[in-house]
Protein backbone atom coordinates (compact mmCIF):
# COMPACT_ATOMS: atom_id res chain seq x y z
CA UNK A 1 0.00 0.00 0.00
CA UNK A 2 1.28 3.52 -1.24
CA UNK A 3 1.39 6.40 1.34
CA UNK A 4 -0.08 9.46 -0.53
CA UNK A 5 0.65 13.19 0.90
CA UNK A 6 -1.96 15.92 0.20
CA UNK A 7 0.62 18.72 -1.05
CA UNK A 8 1.02 18.83 -4.78
CA UNK A 9 -2.00 16.19 -5.47
CA UNK A 10 -4.91 17.31 -3.47
CA UNK A 11 -7.11 19.19 -6.06
CA UNK A 12 -10.90 21.37 -5.42
CA UNK A 13 -12.53 23.00 -7.88
CA UNK A 14 -16.27 24.95 -6.90
CA UNK A 15 -19.06 24.15 -9.75
CA UNK A 16 -21.72 27.11 -10.74
CA UNK A 17 -23.96 24.14 -10.79
CA UNK A 18 -24.18 20.15 -9.79
CA UNK A 19 -23.25 18.24 -12.24
CA UNK A 20 -25.43 15.77 -14.16
CA UNK A 21 -24.83 13.40 -12.45
CA UNK A 22 -23.22 13.18 -8.82
CA UNK A 23 -21.67 9.68 -9.29
CA UNK A 24 -20.52 10.34 -12.42
CA UNK A 25 -19.36 14.03 -13.23
CA UNK A 26 -17.92 14.44 -16.73
CA UNK A 27 -14.02 15.81 -17.13
CA UNK A 28 -15.89 18.57 -18.92
CA UNK A 29 -18.01 19.73 -16.10
CA UNK A 30 -14.83 19.58 -14.03
CA UNK A 31 -12.72 21.79 -15.51
CA UNK A 32 -15.39 24.22 -16.52
CA UNK A 33 -15.59 24.80 -12.69
CA UNK A 34 -13.02 27.04 -10.90
CA UNK A 35 -10.13 25.61 -9.50
CA UNK A 36 -9.31 26.53 -6.10
CA UNK A 37 -6.45 24.90 -5.28
CA UNK A 38 -3.61 27.13 -5.62
CA UNK A 39 -5.45 29.18 -2.98
CA UNK A 40 -6.03 26.85 -0.45
CA UNK A 41 -4.02 26.56 2.50
CA UNK A 42 -2.07 23.12 3.27
CA UNK A 43 -4.40 22.39 5.68
CA UNK A 44 -7.17 24.25 4.01
CA UNK A 45 -10.08 21.53 3.27
CA UNK A 46 -12.50 20.10 6.12
CA UNK A 47 -15.23 18.30 5.16
CA UNK A 48 -18.01 17.34 7.47
CA UNK A 49 -17.35 14.17 9.63
CA UNK A 50 -20.17 13.43 12.17
CA UNK A 51 -20.71 9.61 12.46
CA UNK A 52 -23.95 9.24 14.70
CA UNK A 53 -24.57 5.59 16.21
CA UNK A 54 -28.20 4.41 17.82
CA UNK A 55 -28.79 2.72 20.64
CA UNK A 56 -30.32 -0.50 19.57
CA UNK A 57 -29.53 -2.44 23.58
CA UNK A 58 -32.16 -3.76 25.31
CA UNK A 59 -33.04 -4.09 28.81
CA UNK A 60 -32.54 -7.70 28.93
CA UNK A 61 -28.65 -7.11 28.80
CA UNK A 62 -25.75 -5.15 30.36
CA UNK A 63 -24.29 -3.71 26.90
CA UNK A 64 -24.84 -0.66 24.78
CA UNK A 65 -25.20 -2.31 21.42
CA UNK A 66 -25.53 0.34 18.70
CA UNK A 67 -26.02 0.43 14.47
CA UNK A 68 -24.54 3.12 12.42
CA UNK A 69 -27.25 5.88 11.69
CA UNK A 70 -27.16 9.09 9.83
CA UNK A 71 -23.87 10.82 8.86
CA UNK A 72 -22.55 14.05 7.57
CA UNK A 73 -23.70 17.24 9.47
CA UNK A 74 -21.75 20.68 9.61
CA UNK A 75 -20.48 22.86 6.99
CA UNK A 76 -17.29 21.82 4.37
CA UNK A 77 -14.76 24.27 5.20
CA UNK A 78 -12.35 25.95 2.71
CA UNK A 79 -9.30 28.36 3.92
CA UNK A 80 -7.58 30.14 1.31
CA UNK A 81 -5.55 32.93 0.83
CA UNK A 82 -6.38 36.46 -0.44
CA UNK A 83 -5.00 37.93 -3.36
CA UNK A 84 -5.17 41.70 -3.74
CA UNK A 85 -4.06 42.14 -7.05
CA UNK A 86 -5.85 38.81 -8.59
CA UNK A 87 -9.60 40.50 -9.43
CA UNK A 88 -10.99 37.09 -10.06
CA UNK A 89 -9.27 35.61 -6.70
CA UNK A 90 -11.18 33.08 -4.44
CA UNK A 91 -11.90 35.68 -2.00
CA UNK A 92 -14.77 37.49 -4.68
CA UNK A 93 -15.94 34.14 -6.04
CA UNK A 94 -17.37 33.10 -2.64
CA UNK A 95 -20.73 35.54 -2.32
CA UNK A 96 -23.72 34.32 0.15
CA UNK A 97 -26.24 32.24 -1.17
CA UNK A 98 -24.75 30.75 -4.05
CA UNK A 99 -25.08 27.28 -5.08
CA UNK A 100 -23.20 24.61 -7.02
CA UNK A 101 -20.81 21.85 -6.24
CA UNK A 102 -17.35 21.65 -4.46
CA UNK A 103 -15.56 18.65 -6.19
CA UNK A 104 -12.34 17.22 -4.65
CA UNK A 105 -9.81 15.07 -5.97
CA UNK A 106 -7.65 13.65 -3.23
CA UNK A 107 -5.32 11.81 -5.83
CA UNK A 108 -4.23 14.35 -8.68
CA UNK A 109 -5.94 16.57 -10.92
CA UNK A 110 -9.58 14.96 -10.72
CA UNK A 111 -10.13 15.87 -14.86
CA UNK A 112 -9.08 12.81 -16.28
CA UNK A 113 -12.09 9.39 -17.07
CA UNK A 114 -11.68 7.38 -14.37
CA UNK A 115 -10.23 9.29 -11.70
CA UNK A 116 -11.77 9.17 -8.17
CA UNK A 117 -13.55 12.15 -6.82
CA UNK A 118 -15.97 13.29 -4.63
CA UNK A 119 -19.14 15.65 -4.97
CA UNK A 120 -20.71 17.80 -2.27
CA UNK A 121 -23.77 20.07 -3.32
CA UNK A 122 -23.16 23.19 -1.70
CA UNK A 123 -24.08 26.59 -0.60
CA UNK A 124 -21.80 29.43 0.40
CA UNK A 125 -21.55 30.60 3.45
CA UNK A 126 -20.05 34.81 3.60
CA UNK A 127 -16.36 34.46 4.00
CA UNK A 128 -14.78 35.60 7.16
CA UNK A 129 -11.03 37.09 7.31
CA UNK A 130 -9.10 35.51 9.51
CA UNK A 131 -7.16 37.29 12.38
CA UNK A 132 -3.64 39.41 11.21
CA UNK A 133 -0.82 37.18 12.74
CA UNK A 134 3.05 38.14 12.05
CA UNK A 135 4.34 36.54 9.29
CA UNK A 136 1.54 35.36 8.00
CA UNK A 137 -0.73 36.45 4.50
CA UNK A 138 -3.81 37.22 5.04
CA UNK A 139 -6.34 34.50 4.82
CA UNK A 140 -10.07 33.90 4.73
CA UNK A 141 -12.36 30.50 5.48
CA UNK A 142 -15.12 29.64 3.25
CA UNK A 143 -18.19 27.61 5.09
CA UNK A 144 -20.23 25.75 2.40
CA UNK A 145 -23.57 24.15 3.56
CA UNK A 146 -24.24 20.61 2.08
CA UNK A 147 -27.32 20.77 0.81
CA UNK A 148 -27.43 16.97 -0.32
CA UNK A 149 -26.17 13.66 0.52
CA UNK A 150 -22.55 14.20 -1.24
CA UNK A 151 -20.92 11.41 -3.88
CA UNK A 152 -18.36 10.22 -1.79
CA UNK A 153 -16.81 7.40 -4.78
CA UNK A 154 -17.94 9.36 -7.77
CA UNK A 155 -15.62 8.69 -11.06
CA UNK A 156 -14.83 10.96 -13.80
CA UNK A 157 -16.64 10.24 -17.10
Known amino acids: MAKTVSEGVVHVYWLAAEPASKAAPT ?3 ITAGVDLTPYLTKDGVSTP ?3 NMVDVGGLDTNYNAEVVGSWGGG ?3 LTMF ?6 SDAYDLVVYGTNGAI ?4 FGEGTTVSDKV ?7 HE ?3 MDTAGDEVQKFTAAFAVTAEPAMRAVVA
Not at 118 to 124: I, L, R, S
Request: net charge negative.
Open 75 to 77: ALT
Open 27 to 29: AAE
Open 82 to 87: RDDTDE
Open 118 to 124: EVWPAQM
Open 49 to 51: STQ
Open 127 to 129: PTL
Open 103 to 106: VISR
